[in-house]
Protein backbone atom coordinates (compact mmCIF):
# COMPACT_ATOMS: atom_id res chain seq x y z
CA UNK A 1 0.00 0.00 0.00
CA UNK A 2 2.78 1.99 0.87
CA UNK A 3 4.26 1.89 -2.64
CA UNK A 4 1.03 2.20 -4.30
CA UNK A 5 0.72 5.54 -2.38
CA UNK A 6 3.97 6.93 -2.96
CA UNK A 7 3.51 5.78 -7.08
CA UNK A 8 0.11 8.12 -7.24
CA UNK A 9 1.49 11.06 -5.23
CA UNK A 10 4.00 11.49 -7.87
CA UNK A 11 1.79 10.91 -10.07
CA UNK A 12 -0.44 13.50 -9.26
CA UNK A 13 2.38 15.70 -8.53
CA UNK A 14 3.66 15.43 -12.01
CA UNK A 15 0.31 16.37 -13.55
CA UNK A 16 -0.37 19.36 -11.32
CA UNK A 17 3.23 20.44 -12.27
CA UNK A 18 2.01 20.20 -15.92
CA UNK A 19 -1.30 21.71 -15.39
CA UNK A 20 1.09 25.04 -13.77
CA UNK A 21 -0.33 28.10 -15.58
CA UNK A 22 2.64 30.33 -16.82
CA UNK A 23 2.15 33.66 -17.53
CA UNK A 24 2.95 34.51 -21.25
CA UNK A 25 6.10 36.46 -22.16
CA UNK A 26 5.72 40.20 -21.68
CA UNK A 27 7.78 40.86 -24.93
CA UNK A 28 5.54 38.28 -26.82
CA UNK A 29 2.16 40.12 -25.84
CA UNK A 30 3.68 43.60 -26.50
CA UNK A 31 4.74 42.48 -30.14
CA UNK A 32 1.15 40.84 -30.40
CA UNK A 33 -0.02 44.53 -29.40
CA UNK A 34 2.02 45.78 -32.15
CA UNK A 35 0.45 43.38 -34.51
CA UNK A 36 -2.61 44.85 -33.94
CA UNK A 37 -1.29 48.11 -35.01
CA UNK A 38 -0.01 46.31 -38.37
CA UNK A 39 -3.36 45.09 -39.07
CA UNK A 40 -5.04 48.36 -38.05
CA UNK A 41 -2.46 50.63 -40.21
CA UNK A 42 -2.66 48.30 -43.66
CA UNK A 43 -6.74 47.78 -42.80
CA UNK A 44 -7.14 51.72 -43.13
CA UNK A 45 -4.41 52.76 -45.76
CA UNK A 46 -5.51 49.51 -48.19
CA UNK A 47 -9.11 51.51 -47.96
CA UNK A 48 -8.19 54.96 -48.60
CA UNK A 49 -8.69 56.02 -44.96
CA UNK A 50 -5.70 57.49 -44.58
CA UNK A 51 -3.89 60.64 -46.09
CA UNK A 52 -0.50 59.90 -47.76
CA UNK A 53 1.92 61.32 -45.34
CA UNK A 54 5.16 60.23 -44.42
CA UNK A 55 4.38 60.62 -40.40
CA UNK A 56 2.13 57.96 -40.78
CA UNK A 57 5.00 55.62 -42.06
CA UNK A 58 7.63 56.71 -39.78
CA UNK A 59 10.52 56.37 -42.28
CA UNK A 60 9.51 52.28 -42.81
CA UNK A 61 8.11 53.20 -46.76
CA UNK A 62 10.44 52.53 -49.43
CA UNK A 63 11.00 55.76 -51.48
CA UNK A 64 12.58 56.30 -55.07
CA UNK A 65 12.88 59.43 -54.80
CA UNK A 66 15.50 59.45 -51.64
CA UNK A 67 19.58 58.96 -52.10
CA UNK A 68 21.08 60.70 -49.88
CA UNK A 69 22.18 57.73 -47.13
CA UNK A 70 22.26 60.72 -44.76
CA UNK A 71 18.21 61.36 -45.59
CA UNK A 72 17.51 57.56 -45.23
CA UNK A 73 19.57 57.10 -42.18
CA UNK A 74 17.85 60.00 -40.40
CA UNK A 75 14.26 58.83 -41.43
CA UNK A 76 15.16 55.66 -40.31
CA UNK A 77 16.31 56.48 -36.85
CA UNK A 78 14.47 59.70 -35.98
CA UNK A 79 10.85 58.22 -35.39
CA UNK A 80 12.80 55.48 -33.36
CA UNK A 81 14.73 57.42 -30.85
CA UNK A 82 11.59 59.86 -30.99
CA UNK A 83 9.43 56.47 -30.03
CA UNK A 84 12.05 55.68 -27.13
CA UNK A 85 11.95 59.21 -25.59
CA UNK A 86 8.06 58.60 -25.22
CA UNK A 87 8.06 55.37 -24.13
CA UNK A 88 11.38 56.57 -21.30
CA UNK A 89 9.54 59.58 -19.92
CA UNK A 90 5.82 57.78 -19.96
CA UNK A 91 7.43 55.08 -17.67
CA UNK A 92 8.15 57.47 -15.06
CA UNK A 93 4.67 58.71 -14.79
CA UNK A 94 1.49 57.32 -12.69
CA UNK A 95 -0.81 56.30 -15.26
CA UNK A 96 1.86 56.16 -18.32
CA UNK A 97 0.81 53.13 -19.48
CA UNK A 98 -1.72 53.97 -21.86
CA UNK A 99 0.94 56.30 -23.55
CA UNK A 100 3.14 53.87 -23.88
CA UNK A 101 1.08 51.40 -25.25
CA UNK A 102 -0.44 53.70 -27.60
CA UNK A 103 3.25 54.28 -28.74
CA UNK A 104 4.11 50.87 -29.24
CA UNK A 105 0.92 50.55 -31.73
CA UNK A 106 1.61 53.49 -33.52
CA UNK A 107 4.69 51.85 -34.41
CA UNK A 108 2.80 48.76 -35.77
CA UNK A 109 0.30 50.74 -37.65
CA UNK A 110 3.30 52.81 -39.03
CA UNK A 111 4.51 49.49 -40.25
CA UNK A 112 0.92 48.24 -42.03
CA UNK A 113 0.75 51.55 -43.44
CA UNK A 114 4.43 51.66 -45.13
CA UNK A 115 3.57 47.58 -45.72
CA UNK A 116 -0.09 48.16 -47.77
CA UNK A 117 1.36 51.66 -49.86
CA UNK A 118 3.83 49.28 -51.27
CA UNK A 119 1.41 46.54 -52.74
CA UNK A 120 -0.67 49.50 -53.74
CA UNK A 121 2.68 50.99 -55.69
CA UNK A 122 4.03 47.44 -56.93
CA UNK A 123 2.54 44.21 -58.41
CA UNK A 124 2.07 41.76 -55.63
CA UNK A 125 5.36 39.37 -56.50
CA UNK A 126 7.49 42.89 -56.64
CA UNK A 127 6.02 43.89 -53.53
CA UNK A 128 6.73 40.46 -51.07
CA UNK A 129 10.39 40.72 -52.41
CA UNK A 130 10.60 44.26 -51.55
CA UNK A 131 9.08 44.40 -48.65
CA UNK A 132 10.85 41.19 -47.06
CA UNK A 133 14.55 42.95 -48.05
CA UNK A 134 14.16 46.54 -46.88
CA UNK A 135 11.11 46.18 -44.80
CA UNK A 136 10.48 43.62 -42.81
CA UNK A 137 14.05 43.37 -41.02
CA UNK A 138 14.51 46.70 -40.02
CA UNK A 139 10.72 47.30 -38.91
CA UNK A 140 11.16 43.79 -37.09
CA UNK A 141 14.65 45.09 -35.35
CA UNK A 142 12.66 48.41 -34.27
CA UNK A 143 9.62 46.80 -33.16
CA UNK A 144 11.25 44.40 -30.93
CA UNK A 145 13.83 47.07 -29.49
CA UNK A 146 10.59 49.38 -28.66
CA UNK A 147 9.04 46.21 -27.14
CA UNK A 148 11.91 45.73 -24.80
CA UNK A 149 12.36 49.37 -23.96
CA UNK A 150 7.93 48.84 -23.13
CA UNK A 151 8.48 46.17 -20.99
CA UNK A 152 10.69 48.07 -18.64
CA UNK A 153 8.72 51.53 -18.80
CA UNK A 154 5.64 49.76 -18.35
CA UNK A 155 7.01 48.38 -14.70
CA UNK A 156 8.00 51.23 -13.78
CA UNK A 157 4.62 53.10 -14.59
CA UNK A 158 3.02 50.24 -12.86
CA UNK A 159 5.33 51.10 -9.75
CA UNK A 160 4.93 54.68 -10.10
CA UNK A 161 1.09 54.02 -10.07
CA UNK A 162 1.10 51.78 -6.69
CA UNK A 163 2.92 54.69 -5.08
CA UNK A 164 0.17 57.44 -6.31
CA UNK A 165 -3.08 55.27 -4.92
CA UNK A 166 -1.19 53.81 -1.90
CA UNK A 167 1.51 56.23 -0.96
CA UNK A 168 2.23 54.39 2.29
CA UNK A 169 2.89 51.16 -0.02
CA UNK A 170 6.47 49.46 0.64
CA UNK A 171 6.31 48.10 -3.38
CA UNK A 172 9.98 47.65 -4.59
CA UNK A 173 11.15 49.37 -7.33
CA UNK A 174 11.24 46.88 -10.56
CA UNK A 175 14.21 48.33 -11.06
CA UNK A 176 16.65 51.66 -10.12
CA UNK A 177 16.14 54.65 -12.00
CA UNK A 178 19.70 54.15 -13.20
CA UNK A 179 19.31 50.86 -14.76
CA UNK A 180 16.14 51.92 -15.96
CA UNK A 181 18.16 54.58 -18.08
CA UNK A 182 20.90 52.36 -18.67
CA UNK A 183 18.94 50.31 -20.34
CA UNK A 184 17.22 52.83 -22.29
CA UNK A 185 20.54 53.75 -23.09
CA UNK A 186 21.20 49.95 -24.67
CA UNK A 187 17.57 50.11 -26.61
CA UNK A 188 18.84 53.31 -28.39
CA UNK A 189 22.21 52.32 -29.37
CA UNK A 190 21.10 49.53 -31.00
CA UNK A 191 18.70 51.34 -32.46
CA UNK A 192 21.14 53.32 -34.10
CA UNK A 193 22.89 50.16 -35.56
CA UNK A 194 19.85 48.53 -37.00
CA UNK A 195 18.91 52.07 -38.88
CA UNK A 196 22.91 52.27 -40.24
CA UNK A 197 22.37 48.61 -41.32
CA UNK A 198 19.12 49.40 -42.65
CA UNK A 199 20.95 52.24 -44.23
CA UNK A 200 23.46 50.49 -45.55
CA UNK A 201 20.91 47.58 -47.21
CA UNK A 202 18.70 50.16 -49.15
CA UNK A 203 21.18 51.49 -49.97
CA UNK A 204 23.06 48.40 -51.86
CA UNK A 205 19.22 47.03 -53.04
CA UNK A 206 17.24 50.03 -53.72
CA UNK A 207 17.75 50.54 -57.17
CA UNK A 208 18.07 46.71 -58.01
CA UNK A 209 14.76 45.78 -56.47
CA UNK A 210 12.64 49.23 -57.33
CA UNK A 211 13.28 47.87 -61.11
CA UNK A 212 12.00 44.65 -60.69
Known amino acids: MKSMSHLLYHTM ?4 SRLTFRLPDPVRLLMCWS ?17 DISVFTQG ?15 QALCPVLLLLGGILLSGCAAFGQCTVLALLLSRGFAFGCA ?27 STLLLCRAAKDALLL ?7 LLHPQSDAAMPCSLSAYLTGMLTWALLSVCAAGLHTLLLWQLNDRLLTL
Open 60 to 74: LAVSDAMRSLRAVFL
Open 35 to 51: FAGICLGAFLQSRGMLP
Open 115 to 141: AAQLFVTFPVRDGIVIAAVLMLPFGFL
Open 157 to 163: ANHMTTL
Open 13 to 16: SART
